[in-house]
T-cell receptor, first 113, second 115 residues
Framework: GQQVMQIPQYQHVQEGEDFTTYCNSS?????IQWYKQRPGGHPVFLIQ?????EVKKQKRLTFQFGEAKKNSSLHITATQTTDVGTYLC?????????????FGKGTHLIIQP | GAGVSQTPSNKVTEKGKYVELRCDPI?????LYWYRQSLGQGPEFLIY????????DSGLPNDRFFAVRPEGSVSTLKIQRTERGDSAVYLC?????????????FGEGSRLTVL
């Protein structure tokens, strides 16, 4: 079945440093979504990317969808303590088949003041 | 309701018992998803409903797990003969969109502990 892998699993940064997490799918995706999960909380939607090569920005966050629609990245500029949490990507395989969104294991962002 | 509501928030049961977990989605959302999440892991897909029907149940781990959504709103996840390995947070999410397009709204989850 479809697999979604994220790296790194953990990332420690100093406050103010940049952060990037990468998401790779074993199959071509119709779309990819990113969620943030705070410790003890539930996933909260950040953004959805649909088009090949798409780039979207939300303030200090930049999201990219690869040309082949099999990978994606999330980059945070100048991290703040409020960015702490787990960043999850989720994708749905293109071409029909299973309809459930498959999540990666997430990248846990730890920020040291 | 304002958001996705899940009950109970915590459930402790003994190995071999039967458990039901309830999800009340956002009003008007036709799509409903069940996931389970173990500590430090991402949500693992279990089943997806579009209206009353299970559009994709490929994530249910075995026949001890079953879910229903008889009126296209509230859903119940049923686990028979629980095992210690079933311990996890069971998350429900709803969406107004079809088939994986559009934002999923998650509930707070039901934490299941099987002793």
């Amino acid at each position: 079945g479809q697999q979604v892998m994220q790296i790194p699993q953990y990332q420690h940064v100093q406050e103010g440093e940049d952060f990037t997490t990468y998401c790779n799918s074993s199959t071509t995706l119709s779309n990819i979504q990113w969620y943030k999960q705070r410790p003890g909380g539930h996933p909260v939607f950040l953004i959805q990317l649909v088009k090949s090569g798409e780039v979207k920005k939300q303030k200090r966050l930049t999201f990219q969808f690869g040309e082949a629609k099999k990978n994606s990245s999330l980059h945070i500029t100048a991290t703040q303590t409020t960015d702490v949490g787990t960043y999850l990507c989720a994708g749905r395989a293109s071409g029909g088949g299973a309809d459930g969104l498959t999540f990666g294991k997430g990248t846990h962002l730890i920020i040291q003041p | 309701g304002a958001g996705v509501s899940q009950t109970p928030s915590n459930k402790v049961t003994e190995k071999g018992k039967y458990v039901e977990l309830r999800c009340d989605p956002i009003s008007g959302h036709t799509a409903l998803y069940w996931y389970r999440q173990s500590l430090g892991q991402g949500p693992e897909f279990l089943i997806y409903f579009q209206g009353t029907g299970a559009a994709d149940d490929s994530g249910l781990p075995n026949d001890r797990f079953f879910a229903v959504r008889p009126e296209g709103s509230v859903s119940t996840l049923k686990i028979q003969r629980t095992e210690r390995g079933d311990s996890a947070v069971y998350l429900c999410a709803s969406s107004r969109h079809q088939t994986g397009v559009g934002e999923l709204f998650f509930g707070e989850g039901s934490r299941l502990t099987v002793l």
